[in-house]
């Protein structure tokens, strides 16, 4: 049973940063990828960045290039997402999941197979 279980969410000031994780566990991760996505209040769920366990250049939205970096700790069976120059634009909730095919980068939700339970981005202004 594949689990995801996201940490790290908070209230931050506008400008400020944050680090989200995401520990996997319940399989041996090769070449899955993973993602990052959220969902503010009335919208719908939209990508943020991806990696490959396998390694490889990220994937980023973007709205989040130059600010968002996703990144990997394989040996933790870890993805993080640390977060700079944060607008309350990017209040949400922050999902990671799981593309089991791993081919190639999707950004729609409906690719990805399991999912964590989101954590809370609050950016003030």
């Known amino acids: 049973q594949v689990q995801l279980v996201e940490s790290g969410g908070g209230l931050v000031q506008a400008g400020g940063s944050l680090r989200l994780s995401c520990a996997a566990s319940?399989?041996?991760?090769?070449?899955?990828?993973m993602g990052w996505f959220r969902q503010a209040p009335g919208k719908e769920r939209e990508f943020v960045a991806a990696?490959?366990?396998?390694?490889?250049?990220?994937y980023y939205a973007d709205s989040v290039k130059g600010r968002f970096t996703i990144s990997r700790d394989n040996a933790k069976n870890t993805v993080y997402l640390q977060m700079s120059s944060l607008i309350p634009q990017d209040t949400a909730v922050y999902y990671c999941?799981?593309?089991?095919?791993?081919?190639?980068?999707?950004?729609?939700?409906?690719?990805?197979?399991?999912w964590g339970q989101g954590t809370q981005v609050t950016v003030s202004s």
């Open positions: 990696t490959k366990w396998s390694g490889g250049s990220p």
């Open positions: 999941a799981i593309d089991v095919d791993g081919s190639y980068y999707n950004t729609a939700t409906y690719k990805y197979e399991y």
């Open positions: 319940g399989r041996t991760f090769r070449s899955e990828v």
